[in-house]
């Protein structure tokens, strides 16, 4: 049942043979009859048998049984007539606003100035649009050209320049949309017969804004716990780099951790410690335990372990010679048809210079 756009109730049940259908068009008659009586309008509700009977000047309205309760919810008939008397009060209330000429001109008073104040915003919006075209972009872009690395230039200030104003131009109409939004309720929100659709409107960008709000409120802890991970482990990285090198000082008698492996250890000891990092942070980042999330780290998991084996081949190769001192820096060696000096040695590739300086 509806009227004036407001939901009274619902009715899910029959009553005496009649349909919910049949309920509501008679519940429809009897309300508007009793608008167009006038009087008073007191709404109030009486226990019966058969249900909680709606009464208007002690005119039946309609009936809320026990078939009418929704199930899902954990309520009553007399919670259902409740909350029906009270958008029974509403409707009466602004059926009365809609029939009084005063209160209908000042709606459109009302709706006047804010119509100017909307159009007063929109030019604002552009004319603020229009100084930062000319202001904050040229200014950006004098300093972008003269970002360099090596004498080249990091950023090319035409497509910065050009990035920037569409990003403005997006911006604005983002303003002017939700300005128009918020205009539209305002204006709906002033006359009774569309005072329910205004207040949708409203309730409905305010349940948006609070979604986005309590997912950003709710990603800050596990964010914070992330971080404290990321930031732990880069401090043990750096205190285990420190005393790897006091080690090889010292002269350490392990026979894997030498001024040749003590590099090669470093790394593995750090995409150790960062992995690790990575597998304790990653339940707290947001969107962790979405199936996107997880199935996005399926892929990827798959690709690398798909593409990355003659890698992973190649990195073992490398170790095992690092390790097992097969070959050192400064040494003289012949590998297949090339011979030469030990120059540099890494996971994946070994470097030595032939006679030829090649």
Same mark, same amino acid.
């Given at each position: 049942?509806v009227?004036f756009?407001?939901?009274?109730v619902?009715f899910r049940s029959?009553l005496?043979?009649?349909?919910?259908?049949?309920?509501?068009d008679?519940?429809?008659?009897s309300i508007n009859?009793a608008?167009?009586?006038?009087?008073?309008?007191?709404?109030?509700?009486?226990n019966?048998?058969?249900g909680?009977?709606?009464?208007?000047? +002690?005119? /039946?309205a309609? %009936? &809320?049984?026990?078939?009418d309760?929704?199930?899902?919810r954990?309520?009553?008939a007399k919670? !259902? @007539?409740a909350?029906?008397?009270?958008?029974?009060q509403?409707?009466?209330?602004?059926?009365?606003?809609?029939?009084d000429?005063h209160s209908?001109?000042?709606?459109?008073g009302?709706?006047?100035?804010?119509?100017?104040v909307f159009?007063?915003?929109?030019w604002?919006?552009?004319?603020?649009?229009?100084w930062?075209?000319?202001?904050?972009?040229?200014?950006l872009s004098?300093?972008?050209?003269?970002?360099?690395?090596?004498?080249?230039?990091i950023?090319e200030g035409?497509h910065?320049v050009s990035f920037?104003?569409?990003?403005?131009i997006?911006l604005?109409w983002?303003?002017?949309?939700?300005?128009?939004?918020e205009?539209?309720?305002?204006?709906?929100?002033?006359?009774?017969?569309?005072?329910?659709w205004?207040?949708r409107?409203? +309730?409905? /960008?305010?349940n %948006? &804004?609070?979604?986005i709000?309590h997912?950003?409120?709710g990603?800050?802890p596990?964010?914070? !716990? @992330?971080?404290?991970i990321?930031m732990?482990?880069r401090?043990?990285i750096?205190?285990?780099?420190?005393?790897?090198?006091?080690?090889?000082r010292?002269?350490?008698?392990?026979?894997?951790?030498?001024?040749?492996?003590?590099p090669?250890?470093?790394r593995l000891?750090s995409?150790?410690?960062?992995?690790?990092?990575?597998?304790m942070?990653y339940?707290?980042?947001?969107?962790?335990?979405?199936?996107?999330?997880?199935?996005?780290?399926?892929?990827?998991?798959?690709?690398?372990s798909?593409?990355?084996?003659?890698i992973?081949?190649q990195g073992?190769a490398g170790?095992?010679?690092?390790y097992?001192?097969?070959?050192?820096?400064?040494?003289?060696?012949?590998i297949g048809?090339?011979?030469g000096?030990?120059?540099?040695?890494g996971?994946?590739?070994?470097t030595i210079?032939?006679?030829?300086?090649?």
């Open positions: 049942l009227m756009n407001r939901p009274v619902v029959s005496l043979g009649a349909s919910p259908k049949a309920r509501v008679r519940a429809r008659f009859e608008l167009n009586q006038g009087g008073k309008l007191a709404v109030s509700v009486k019966n048998p058969e909680q009977l709606l009464m208007i000047d +002690e005119r /039946l309609f %009936v &809320v049984t026990a078939g309760v929704d199930p899902l954990q309520e009553d919670a !259902v @007539a909350k029906a008397l009270r958008s029974l509403q409707i009466i209330a602004e059926t009365r606003e809609a029939r000429l209908l001109l000042l709606a459109l009302y709706s006047a100035i804010a119509t100017v159009s007063l915003l929109l604002v919006v552009a004319r603020v649009r229009l930062l075209d000319k202001v904050l972009v040229s200014r004098d300093r972008v050209n003269n970002l360099k690395i090596g004498g080249t230039q950023v035409q910065f920037l104003q569409r990003l403005l997006a604005r983002l303003l002017v949309l939700l300005l128009t939004y205009w539209l309720s305002f204006v709906l929100s002033f006359f009774p017969y569309t005072r329910a205004g207040e409107l409203n +309730e409905y /960008l305010l %948006v &804004v609070g979604v709000l997912s950003i409120v990603a800050i596990g964010l914070g !716990v @992330a971080l404290a990321f732990l482990a401090v043990f750096g205190f285990l780099g420190r005393f790897f090198e006091r080690m090889v010292a002269g350490t008698s392990i026979s894997w951790l030498s001024r040749e492996t003590m090669t250890t470093r000891f995409i150790g410690i960062w992995l690790f990092a990575v597998a942070a339940p707290y980042l947001p969107g962790a335990e979405t199936d996107a999330f997880k199935g996005l780290s399926v892929l990827l998991g798959v690709m690398v798909l593409g990355a084996s003659s992973v081949g073992a170790l095992i010679l690092t097992t001192s097969t070959i050192r820096q400064g040494e003289y060696v012949r048809e090339h011979e000096t030990v120059v540099k040695m996971m994946f590739t070994t210079r032939t006679g030829l300086g090649e």
